[in-house]
């Protein structure tokens, strides 16, 4: 795995046209808590801060995650993929879950059975 400082991080971050970024959220064992959206400002916050700061695309503004839920997400570890579109953010969460539902993740939903078929086409 390469190894980035955190200006070479902000440098190969790539940015939609709205000045966001997808951010996976992944507990310590694996589990996909949450996805959502950073802009620079909360990227450079939760580097600094150690704590997961997002934007909230419908209040347009910064939010750290637990600010009135309580389940903080403490920042073990920060990826970015290949194309530099796309975070992964490792934490360990606090509190009972990381969706606003109360669930542990916001993936508790699944297709019927499952699984999905997949053709060789």
Not at 5 to 11: A, F, S
Not at 43 to 48: A, P, R, V
Not at 76 to 102: P, Y
């Amino acid at each position: 795995m390469d190894v980035v400082t955190q200006g070479e991080l902000m440098d190969l971050v790539v940015y939609d046209d709205k000045g966001l970024v997808p951010a996976v959220v992944q507990g310590l064992d694996g589990t996909v808590l949450m996805v959502a959206y950073m802009n620079e400002a909360s990227l450079e916050l939760t580097i600094s801060s150690g704590r997961t700061w997002f934007y909230s695309r419908s209040r347009q503004e910064l939010w750290p995650k637990g600010e009135t839920s309580g389940e903080v997400q403490l920042v073990k570890e920060l990826r970015i993929d290949c194309d530099g579109d796309c975070l992964l953010v490792v934490v360990e969460q606090l509190g009972g879950g990381a969706c606003h539902t109360g669930a542990v993740s916001c993936f508790f939903r699944s297709l019927d059975g499952d699984s999905v078929a997949s053709s060789d086409a």
